[in-house]
Antibody, heavy 118, light 107 residues
Framework: QVQLQESGPGLVKPSETLSLTCTVSGGSISNYYWNWIRQPPGKGLEWIGYGYHSGSTNYNPSLKSRVTISVDTSKNQFSLKLSSVTAADTAVYYC????????????WGQGILVTVSS | DIQMTQSPSSLSASVGNRVTITCRAS??????LNWYQQKPGKAPKLLIYVASSLQSGVPSRFSGSGSGTDFTLTISSLQPEDFATYYC?????????FGQGTKVEIK
């Protein structure tokens, strides 16, 4: 059974960099698209981007200048870095697997609330 | 970006009712449309992928249809555990985009 688990700080100061890691267990990280999706409190879902085991990435243009997603096959982990955060970046951050670019997100982490505040 | 619009935004229904939620894309997305269920405090759960394929383990009372720009999610007989928020999502192009959600509440 594939499981995803997000980890990282729950509180980040404005202008700093948000860093999260998603650990994948129960399956290989190769040959899948690994995504980050966020949800501000009480609001809808926003796709941040994905990384692939080959190193290719694809980001939401609305966040592209601030986002980096990387995949570490040796650790079965992938990570998110979001720079220059503001209060608008406060959200629950989910990691999710996409088996094929045209399909849905079939496995999700439980989510981690990240609050941006001084 | 492809805009996804769901209707209604919320609905009230009784156990046993048939429920239909619609999703419209701002341009044709072929059949690259997925549906999710989200309960409070939980991650979304994939129900339907590529418009009409039932994800493994999802009850058969859930079904999806449509192609092009118009899609529907149908729950044939609403069960107590189905009260949740439902989202559509297009996987035709990036950035991936979601509908705003439909909250299904108990009548």
């Amino acid at each position: 059974q594939v499981q995803l688990q997000e980890s990282g700080p729950g509180l980040v100061k404005p202008s700093e960099t948000l860093s999260l890691t998603c650990t994948v267990s129960g399956g290989s990280i190769s040959n899948y698209y690994w995504n980050w999706i966020r949800q501000p409190p009480g609001k809808g879902l926003e796709w941040i981007g994905y990384g692939y085991h080959s190193g290719s990435t694809n980001y939401n243009p609305s966040l592209k200048s601030r986002v980096t997603i990387s995949v570490d096959t040796s650790k079965n982990q992938f990570s998110l870095k979001l720079s220059s955060v503001t209060a608008a970046d406060t959200a629950v951050y989910y990691c999710a697997r996409n088996p094929h670019s045209g399909m849905g997100f079939d496995y999700w982490g439980q989510g981690i609330l990240v609050t941006v505040s001084s | 970006d492809i805009q996804m619009t769901q209707s209604p935004s919320s609905l009230s229904a009784s156990v046993g009712n048939r429920v239909t939620i619609t999703c419209r894309a701002s341009q044709s997305i072929s059949n690259y449309l997925n549906w999710y269920q989200q309960k409070p405090g939980k991650a979304p759960k994939l129900l339907i992928y590529v418009a009409s394929s039932l994800q493994s383990g999802v009850p058969s009372r859930f079904s999806g249809s449509g192609s092009g720009t118009d899609f529907t999610l149908t729950i044939s007989s609403l069960q107590p555990e189905d009260f949740a928020t439902y989202y559509c999502q297009q996987s035709y192009s990036t950035p991936r985009t979601f509908g705003q959600g439909t909250k299904v509440e108990i009548k």
